[in-house]
């Protein structure tokens, strides 16, 4: 049997690690971006390249190093091709047999992508709890973190602006081309339609966790509709779309929101959510999708010139089971998330005209299955411009909204992770 121990849990700067050690030939490390690669790593050949006198005979030891968990791997019965599988973390200890050595290297990277049941799906629990690298859950990264992101811009910053009477004619700016005389008093209940709205928001990320640096690119698009009688309330169906690159491994994500809000009063707005997502990554050996709930407070108070506003979140993420083409996984992650936020909006009305400075902070705090950060904190900034127009249209005064924003924010987590995101939004 496999007498290798564990090295200790220090990260590989590439997703995959091969620590191989060949009885009376030699030893070598090779790192690998994606999971196939790093199990053809296995092969004979691969060692071959790497260890010239080994004729796939010889005992051989491999410490796995699985996106940083540590997996033992070995050949270690000379002439023979029994391939012993052995995951410490999570009690797992599995035997291959093939013909050949390559062959049960194979029977290996089926038994990862769709024949190991119950236990592969432990093992995808388990990555979520204990690396930063993770597409499901378990880092600001992943498609639970983006959901829960989604759920609470709409629920939250998509409001704000519409809070505290800022429907009053003091903050709607009819356009040079609108045939109303400029001179008239509008009041709030004078427009009797408005335009629903499309939402496009470019977001460039850059994390540094757990030894890994990644990218995240995202591009959440909407379309809100909205009510003529009272433009807060609304309709919003959302479709966030995001693409990571960790150490130069990918993994993709997309998802389906619906989220509807309901003025509770002048200054206060609920906006309970229902969200779907899914994620991929070849390179990383992982698949998965989830389902949603969530529910939104948004409350506003005027200072002044200046608005206070408060963001409250409850929302459920739970994994559902998946089977696709090779891969099928359970990894029965379930999360209640709690995020909440305070916003300072100053005018800048002097800098340009409908402008406005957003300062915020946001926490977040996860509960249920445990995931590598558990809590992150966001501060941040953005700037832009909110301008309503009035336009006198077929016998209506219909209201129309452009939204442009720039800002950025920096995050901290637990296990020393950290990074910042700047993004481009624009809602017209």
Known sequence: MCALLATGSAYAISPFQLDVTVTGVGSYSQGFVSVEDAINGLDQKAIEQKLSRYDGTQPAHVNF????????????????????????????????????RDESANLLEDWFKKNGGDAVDRLMAKL???????????????????????????GFFAQVADATTSLSATTITPD??????????????????SNNMIGIMAQYGSF????????????????????????????????????????????????????????????????????????????????????????TSSYTWRVGSHKLSMGNMIGHY?????????????????????????????PTGAIATNTSLELFVIDTQYTGTELYN????????????????????????????TKLKIGATYLVADNDSKGFTVNFGWQF
């Open 65 to 100: 190093n699985f996106r940083g968990l540590p997996i033992l791997v070995a050949f270690p019965n000379p002439s023979s091709s029994t391939l012993v599988l052995n995951i410490p973390s999570i009690g797992v200890s599995e035997t291959f047999q093939g013909a050949t």
């Open 128 to 154: 979520a709890e204990t690396t930063p690298n993770d597409p499901i859950a378990g880092n600001p990264n992943s498609l639970m973190a983006q959901s829960v992101a989604n759920d609470f811009m709409t």
């Open 176 to 193: 040079a081309t609108a045939t109303l005389s400029k001179t008239d008093t509008i009041s709030p209940t004078t427009a009797t339609s």
């Open 208 to 295: 540094a966790m757990g030894g890994y640096d990644s990218k995240t690119y995202t591009l959440p698009i909407s379309y809100t509709i909205r009510s003529d009688s009272n433009p807060r309330k609304k309709l919003t169906i959302s479709i966030p779309l995001g693409m990571v690159d960790i150490e130069q491994a990918k993994s993709y994500k997309a998802g389906l929101g619906l989220a509807a809000t309901f003025p509770i009063s002048d200054a206060w707005l609920l906006t309970p959510a229902l969200g779907y997502g899914v994620t991929a990554s070849i390179d990383l050996g992982s698949v998965g999708h989830m389902a949603s709930g969530s529910l």
């Open 318 to 346: 739970r994994t559902l089971a998946f089977s696709a083409g090779d891969y099928s996984f359970d990894p029965g992650i379930s999360n209640t998330v709690f995020r909440n936020g305070l916003m300072w909006s100053i």
């Open 374 to 401: 558990m809590r992150y904190d966001e501060v941040g900034f953005a700037w832009g411009l909110d301008r309503a127009s009035l336009h006198p249209i077929a016998g209506k005064i219909i209201r129309t909204d």
